[in-house]
């Protein structure tokens, strides 16, 4: 009800994941055609930014806190 009070209804707020969904699928798609295009192995996102991260992790020494 407080979202709804904001002007954030059921409605508006499922169109908008829709839409986020929708972006996700095209840059995914896009995503696609860009390796294929470049003759290259597909890599899924999530693997790209896991080694991203570990890259990043291993350029200097991090305590706990940041590691998290």
Do not use: C, Y
Request: proline share 1%; glycine share 2%.
């Amino acid at each position: 009800m407080h979202l709804d009070e904001k002007g954030f209804s059921e409605e508006f707020l499922n169109t908008a994941w829709k839409s986020v969904k929708n972006v996700d699928i095209a840059a995914d798609v896009i995503a696609f055609i860009r390796t294929l295009s470049l003759v290259t192995d597909l890599v899924f996102p999530e693997l790209l930014i896991k080694s991203a991260i570990d890259k990043i992790k291993r350029k200097k020494d991090w305590n706990k806190i940041q590691l998290k």
